[in-house]
């Protein structure tokens, strides 16, 4: 495997750099075009500012896609049967948020709502709108404010956080009765992973990049196939 290198960071005229805040530090720095096996990274404190992702745009589009199509079952179907003494209950995730609710949780259940249900469902469309948009060099001035959607709600979607909720509740009511898992714990978990690998494949300054190149070959009317930075790299 080659060795990780870093990135230069002089020449502020390249119109290929662009200009990041070290996290650690808040040192300002030009990241200029890294190839892949490359990360840059801040020369004062070491920290990793920015590494390539490969074929991020793709990998986005396929894991959002099918992380999509498995989250209409694990939000309907059931996820748990409990069965005490001959009566039967089904749960699902929907029915668990009504629930909380009648039963005067409010609160609890408009943030298991948003945290679980819609929170999720909007960032996946987001990383899907996204890549299709740079996927098809279409632009338009939706796409930056999606990416900037995106950055807000990537902290608001916790995916895993219900499902260890979930994990300690069929733990706790395994003692109450006959307990069954439904086939929408396994729709969650693949919804989970796949969402999972949409964000890490997601490149937020790659998608930068492509949308500054669609944005002035928009307004400057120029065939991105002669800029030196094409989006079949992303
Ligand atoms: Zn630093």
């Not at 002089?10 to 662009?18: A, I, K, L, V, Y």
């Not at 996820?79 to 009504?98: D, P, W």
């Not at 945290?115 to 939706?142: D, G, H, N």
């Amino acid at each position: 495997m080659p060795a990780l290198q870093k990135a230069s960071i002089s020449n502020p005229s390249n119109d290929r750099e662009h200009w990041s805040a070290c996290h650690d530090c808040d040192l300002l720095l030009p990241i200029h075009d890294i190839t892949e096996n490359q990360v840059a990274r801040c020369p004062r404190c070491n920290a990793v500012l920015y590494r390539h992702k490969k074929n991020s745009i793709n990998k986005t589009l396929a894991f959002s896609l099918s992380a999509l199509l498995f989250y209409i079952p694990a939000n309907m179907l059931p996820i748990l049967t409990l069965n005490i003494y001959g009566n039967m209950g089904r749960n699902t995730m929907l029915n668990g948020v009504f629930r909380l609710w009648e039963q005067g949780f409010w609160w609890m259940a408009l943030l298991v709502a948003i945290c679980s249900i819609l929170m999720p469902l909007f960032e996946l469309i987001l990383l899907l709108t996204i890549s299709v948009a740079i996927k098809r060099q279409r632009y338009s001035a939706v796409l930056p404010f999606a990416i900037k959607l995106q950055h807000l709600t990537s902290s608001w979607a916790m995916l895993e956080v219900y499902l260890l909720g979930i994990i300690v509740a069929i733990v706790k009511m395994s003692d109450l009765g006959e307990l069954v898992l439904g086939q929408a714990l396994v729709c969650y978990l693949i919804l989970l992973v796949f969402t999972l690998c949409a964000l890490q494949s997601y490149d937020r300054h790659s998608v930068w990049l492509a949308t500054e190149i669609l944005r002035n070959k928009t307004r400057n009317n120029v065939n991105m196939k002669n800029k030196s930075w094409p989006i079949s790299r992303l």
